[in-house]
């Protein structure tokens, strides 16, 4: 299959909302987004299944295993989703690979939405068989961006002297040919989002260009924008233990709940809200 191509699943995903947190670059925050949503939805009653496609650095099953080693070592409960596991073929043919991939995909996908309300997708930062697979599958897609010119490459050409903003990139090209498929396989289309992430506080040029450029590349191509999180050193310090901003006040946690803390939970809430997820409408925040 030629780089950028979508293959569709072979058939819709039934029984289980699904979010892609996606983009083709890496250090875009998407499993810290990943994991925070996964425990956000459990926490408001929701059964959640996710599935790691970063099969090399696998971030987010690592960040999982940190978890379940935190809780039983202090002999507590914390919500944990149900894990999809996904095998790295070892064909040495191309075609039999991506068939084995997407046997492998149909398999673990109908698993999870058959006893699960969300399904959580973690990409790689990079193209591959299963990201586009994911892609396709894709009822939510969130696509977290640094703020910058940069990571805006992912999404479109950008003019070195105007910053005006140029053709959609081979990602947003990828994305558009999924939400075409899907909408032909299913009639209804892929509601994306793009999520500023790791926004500094302090305005600055380039953060209003990259805000200016978001916002014309989102009319044309058709991506909502979504808050992001800020930069904060906790993300990087829950990683050992497996926890997240919403567990820092479980017993066995040694980490003080600061105001910092308080505002970073607005922040998932703001998410919450903007991402109009299926049969969360009125329901109250508990955390």
Known sequence: MSAGAVESPGRAAQGAHVIVVGNEKGGAGKSTVAIHLAVALMRMGQTVGVIDLDLRQASLTRHLDNRRKWADARGVSLPMPVQGRLPISQSRSLDDVESEERAAWEETLGQLCRGCDFIIVDSPGGDTHYARLAHSSADTLITPINDSFVDFALLAEIDGDTFEVGRPSVYSEMVWECRKRKAMRERKSIDW???????????????????????????????????????????????PAGLTLLDLTEAGSSMTFTMSHVAARQELRELLIVLKLPGLSGKPFPF
């Open 193 to 239: 989002l793009v999520m500023r992430n790791r926004i500094s506080n302090l305005d600055s040029r380039n953060k209003r260009r990259v805000g200016k450029g978001l916002k014309a590349l989102s009319e044309r191509v058709g991506f909502r924008l979504a808050p992001g999180f800020s930069e904060r050193v906790i993300y990087r310090e829950l990683f």
